[in-house]
């Protein structure tokens, strides 16, 4: 261990606890000699890559060891003509992409604040950003993985082929475990050509052709990679008050993103929609970026987010039975609709700090089992073990944990991210 | 009460059998054949599924669930006798949602006709393997398959949403890819009827394409033809499908059906581009044009609609034309990186050269995705042998090209023995641990993907081609 140079503690507090140490492993084989040695003393262990999505699912129970993987950022192979690459798990995604866009290519995963977002931490949080209607998740991108399990052992799956069969596909089994079974050490991706333009294009979204508009939007001819109906989240580009905005990006060649915009003009015409701006080159990928921030932007210690998955069809009143419900126990909502993909972010939030934990207690409790499934991240540290960060329901949770038993039979990883003290009765914690 | 008694009481005799002339058709997949099951049950819903599984899991019998036999690896096939689990009743398009473009269906539907029902909604289902004509969603779910669309739609775990299955208890459980907790729908795609027995498959449907235009381009051999491929790939275009056919495949093809392949040319890439009729004509340019540069002889596009087709189903044919020229064959199925395939398709030919079999190509190139159909005749020992030491000359010689040892058809029984030239004991043992949880007992399709001798852990040897030997023997890889 001696290794792994030590960083300071308190940068990694989670839930009030502050590990003991925190450690920097710079090979794969360090990371290995240090997990098996914390499992051996019964360590608890959180791993770290740029932090960004901690805030899923319960703080750890109990938690002694930070592994940051910052130092595991090289780029291990990139053979670009085959489409495929493969990097060591800290890098963060906005070196991934760096380095592909070198060459033309990108992996189109999405993540909040991509030059703290790790690679392995991206992955692990099972996150999947507003392209993955068009595109496919992050986890559909990785054709191969290795991981560090608790007791040290390295063990890989898939390979650096873009169509493999061959073994079980543990990679997806890791993809959105949360750090509470193995640690990812490499990941390995296929990789798209970068399109030959983007364009994104906003337009007021009037509360009274809000409906339409989304449908219109949903049959587009030339569909749109990205589709968010914006209410507040004043930073993506919305607008607070009444009025919401209309984000869209379209991705492809000159001829086909132009067709598109004409296309569009005249069918959010036709639902009522006023006027859109357009942006091109830089002014779009970065308008992109902020929008990707919002999902994961927090307002101090006075908002959480909910997100609810489900059908597209739905997702409207899906996202408007949580923003209600939030209205009524007097907090604030903004939402971010992903018209394509199905999902609602919905993001509450007071004025004041001293009002929020009350509040969002009320709603928690008023989110009974006839709402719709949802899960909560970005919660103030010291709520979050009280509200239902993971909805009302888990599939299975019976081989949920059984999994988590048999990777790691002594709760070294994690332990109790999936199953706080809200599931507490429910016996031994995930 | 005896096993088959329960089965009875549970299903009614009429999903139950056992006379052995009944029994013997399920002995087989399109890799070998093998022992009678105990039992064939034929379930009409996921509460009769339940039932056996409960019943087999009470009796300790093994269950193998069987979609329609099409897979090349000895899935399906029932190694240890048991119950085989028949979904040919369970094959209904429970729902489809084509607001949101999701359909639901029982695993006995044929791929195909998941397509056609989509197909008035503008609609279509991704991943389309050759066999899209008699393999079931099940079958497709169990093996991840893939086929020549899979170079843009992906495999089938890219398109499975969620998945209603038994588990070893016979208790029914749901998994969601969007649900909270680990993705247990991602692993079981693929995990070949080991983990547990799907119900119902929750999957996404895609909008029909605006555009498609089919090209065929001659080469004088399938290394030229592989080498445009890598390059089309190298040059960021990834069209919707890459398809090669060496000259032997052709004239099989061409024997058949007649849709105007060049059988004077050592090889044909069939290029498919779809999408946006925006960006048609220029994509197609840009691929001639590459093609034209590594060699190609000629480049046709079909000239309509019936043409495509045409094209497309003497393609997806090509396995079952063989028949007029080969009295068996030998389907083999590996994964290089794309741009090794010329230097794969080299070793092919000389490890068929050197055990004196010919060997014909047909194959999804933009995946990197080979199959090799070796031609023997199953009457002649040598042959025999021949197949058997050639077909894992052509994993090694692919393993060692950075390759791996199944691109869609999966480990089976057929290559167990092979995976541990792929992964290393702690990579199997990782593999056994999810396998523990879900099947602990090892009910669910024993002797199938993992090492014969293979607990949590141990993993034997490889290099054992005996079993493989036999089933060629006895008529395995017929079609
Ligand atoms: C001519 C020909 C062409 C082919 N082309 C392709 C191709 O292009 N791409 C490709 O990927 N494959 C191809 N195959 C292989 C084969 O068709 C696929 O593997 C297919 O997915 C098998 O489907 P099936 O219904 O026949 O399943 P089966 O062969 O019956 O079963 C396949 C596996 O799935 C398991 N299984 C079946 N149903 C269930 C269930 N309900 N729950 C759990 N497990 C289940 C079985 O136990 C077995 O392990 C081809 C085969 C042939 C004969």
């Not at chain 1, 009444?242 to 869209?248: A, M, V």
């Not at chain 2, 197949?387 to 999966?410: D, F």
Request: charged share 20%.
């Amino acid at each position: 261990m001696a290794l792994a140079p030590g960083l300071d503690p308190a940068a990694f507090a989670l839930g009030g606890k502050v590990p003991l140490r925190a450690l920097a492993p710079a090979s794969i084989e360090e990371l290995a000699a240090v997990v098996k040695a914390c499992n051996e003393a019964g360590e608890a262990v959180v791993v770290f890559g740029g932090g960004t999505l901690q805030g899923i699912g319960f703080s750890p129970a109990r938690y002694n060891i930070a592994i940051s993987t910052a130092r595991l950022d090289k780029v291990l192979e990139y053979e670009f003509r085959d489409l495929t690459i493969s990097v060591e798990c800290g890098r963060s995604v906005e070196r991934l992409n760096a380095t592909l866009a070198e060459r033309g290519q990108f992996v189109p995963l999405d993540a909040p604040s991509p030059g703290l977002s790790s690679v392995g931490g991206l992955l692990a949080s099972g996150w999947s950003g507003p392209r993955r209607a068009t595109f496919g998740r992050p986890r559909d991108f990785v054709i191969g993985s290795t991981v560090v399990l608790a007791d040290g052992t390295v063990a890989k799956a898939g390979g650096m082929v873009v169509k493999n069969v061959t073994g079980y596909d543990m990679s997806k089994l890791w993809c959105g475990s949360l750090g509470t079974l193995a640690v990812l050490a490499r990941a390995n991706f296929k990789t798209l050509p970068l399109p030959e333009t983007t364009r994104v294009a906003l337009a007021a979204l009037p509360e009274r052709t809000r409906r339409r508009a989304v449908e219109h939007v949903a049959a587009l001819d030339v569909e749109p990679s990205v589709a968010i109906a914006l209410h507040g989240f004043p930073e993506a580009g919305g607008r607070d008050g009444q009025e919401g905005r209309l984000f869209l990006m379209f991705e492809g060649s000159h001829t086909l993103v132009d067709r598109a915009t004409r296309d569009l003009r005249s069918a959010i015409g036709a639902a009522g929609v006023p006027e859109t701006t357009l942006l091109d080159g830089t002014a779009a990928t970065s308008a992109f970026a902020r929008l990707l921030d919002a999902y994961g932007a927090r307002l101090g210690e006075r908002s959480l987010t909910y997100r609810s998955c489900g059908l597209p069809g739905e997702a409207l009143s899906r996202c408007d039975a949580l923003a209600h419900a939030a209205t009524r126990h007097e907090l604030h909502a903004e939402s971010l609709l992903d018209i394509l993909g199905g999902d609602a972010y919905v993001r509450v939030s007071t004025k004041l700090t001293a009002e929020f934990a009350a509040a969002v207690e009320r709603l928690d409790a008023s989110l009974g089992t006839s709402s719709p499934t949802y899960t909560i991240f970005n919660a103030p540290e010291m709520l979050r073990d009280g509200l239902k960060m993971w909805g009302n329901e888990m599939t299975s949770p019976a081989t949920q944990r059984d999994i988590k038993h048999r990777f790691d039979p002594k709760a070294t990883f994690a332990p109790g991210r999936f199953a706080g003290r809200a599931n507490c009765s429910e016996g031994k914690r995930a | 009460m005896s096993t088959i008694a329960r089965l009875y009481e549970a299903l009614g005799s009429d999903a139950v059998l056992t006379a052995p002339e009944d029994l013997s058709v399920y002995a087989y997949d399109a890799y070998s054949q093998e022992r009678l099951p105990l039992a064939v049950v034929l379930p009409r819903d996921a509460r009769d599924v339940a039932d056996v599984v409960r019943i087999a899991y009470e009796c300790g019998e093994p269950i193998v669930p069987r979609g329609a036999g099409t897979g090349l690896c000895g899935g399906a096939v029932p190694v240890e006798g048991g119950i085989v689990i028949s979904f040919a009743r369970m094959n209904r398009v429970l729902a489809l949602d084509a607001r949101n473009r999701r359909a639901r269906v029982q695993p006995g539907v044929i791929n195909l006709e998941l397509s056609k029902a989509a197909a008035p909604f503008g609609l279509f289902f991704g991943p389309d393997p050759s066999s899209q004509k008699i393999s079931t969603l099940g079958g497709n779910t169990g093996t991840n398959a893939g086929g020549p669309h899979a170079l843009s739609y992906g495999s089938m775990t890219n398109h499975v949403l969620g998945v209603e299955y038994v588990r070893t208890d016979g208790s029914l459980s749901y998994a969601a890819l969007d649900g909270a907790g680990y993705d247990l729908t991602g692993v079981l795609v693929g995990s070949e009827g080991t983990l547990g027995v799907i119900t119902a498959i929750d999957v996404r449907l895609l909008r029909l394409p605006r555009s498609t235009r089919v090209c065929v381009a001659a080469f004088g051999d399938v290394e030229a033809a592989s080498a445009a491929v890598s390059a089309i790939v190298g040059a960021g275009l990834l069209p919707t499908a890459l398809e090669i056919m060496d000259k032997l495949i052709v004239s099989a093809v061409e024997a058949h059906y007649h849709a105007g392949y060049p059988t004077d040319a050592g090889a044909v890439l069939l290029v498919e581009i779809a999408g946006y009729p925006d960006d048609a004509e220029s994509g197609e340019r840009t691929i001639a044009q590459i093609a034209r540069e590594c060699g190609a002889l000629s480049w046709r596009a079909a000239a309509g609609a019936a043409e495509r087709e045409a094209l497309w189903a003497s393609r997806k044919g090509a396995a079952g034309s063989l028949g007029r020229i080969a009295p068996n064959y030998y389907i083999q199925d590996a994964t290089v990186p794309r741009t090794r395939l010329p230097q794969a398709l080299q070793r092919v030919d000389e490890i068929a050269r050197a055990h004196k079999l010919p060997v014909g190509n047909v194959f999804h190139a933009g995946d990197g995705n080979l199959h090799p159909l070796l031609i023997f005749d199953r009457r002649e020992r040598a042959q025999v042998d021949a197949v058997a030491s050639a077909g894992k000359a052509i994993l090694e010689a692919c393993i060692a090209l950075g390759g791996t040892i199944s691109g869609e058809h999966g480990i089976g029984y057929e290559k167990r023995e092979t995976l541990p030239l792929v992964f290393s004991p702690d990579d199997l043992a990782a593999m056994a641990r999810l396998r523990d949880v879900f099947d602990p007992k090892r009910l669910f399709n024993p002797e199938k993907i993992f090492p014969s001798g293979a607990v949590c852990g141990e993993v034997r040897n490889p290099a054992q081609t005996q079993s493989q030997r036999q089933t060629l023997a006895a008529g395995g890889a017929w079609l």
